[in-house]
């Protein structure tokens, strides 16, 4: 079963997006580029095109509705047009079973009231319930101090240091993994 292609919480609107999105996408990561590239991937050539752009939603999509990834574009109740981060779920299957490794990112102008909570809270609930992920996981660079304290905050706990190694901004470096138990959620 899918989840939901939209949802409300209290202060934001979650909605799965399409290629129709592609220029306020954009946009997002341009306004934030010098913050999200400091703990993302190396970006590809032409990462910051309208093309690309259109291409990734698209594929993004038909993933969504293959049932295998979930990403969730973040607005405010107060600024429906204007996208200010993603959270998103790569579904796998692992020896244990089926788990989702979460993403998500927000505008810097949003970060620190609780935006980012609330959506991941809400995200991890709707893979548990709408896809039956009993397992979510988080590699996470050691210096990224934000999202390990919002990873502890949702209730991931360090796994495994030096997990996997990616190359982010040109460099290699080691990610640690976090866990959670999806039991706990609602």
Do not use: W
């Not at 899918?2 to 341009?30: D, F, H, R, W």
């Amino acid at each position: 079963m899918l989840g939901p292609s939209v949802l409300y919480t209290e202060n934001l609107i979650l909605q799965v997006e399409n290629e129709l999105k592609a220029g306020e996408v954009l946009n997002l990561y341009k306004r934030n580029k010098l913050i999200f590239e400091k703990f993302e991937p190396t970006r590809p050539i032409g990462f910051y095109t309208k093309e690309y752009h259109i291409n990734h939603l698209r594929s993004e999509y038909n993933a969504y509705l293959g049932g295998n990834f979930l990403r969730y574009y973040i607005y405010t109740s107060h600024r429906p047009d204007r996208i200010i981060g993603s959270i998103n779920f790569n579904i796998k299957q692992g020896n244990f079973g089926r788990y989702a490794e979460i993403g998500y990112k927000l505008d810097l102008l949003y970060q620190n009231r609780g935006f980012a909570y609330e959506a991941c809270y809400c995200g991890i609930s709707i893979i548990k319930n709408h896809y039956d992920i009993g397992m979510v996981a988080a590699h996470i660079a050691p210096d990224n101090e934000p999202s390990v304290k919002l990873a502890k905050k949702l209730g991931f706990i360090k796994y495994k240091a030096n997990e996997l190694k990616a190359n982010v901004n040109g460099r290699d470096i080691y990610l640690d993994l976090y866990a959670l138990d999806t039991s706990d959620i609602q």
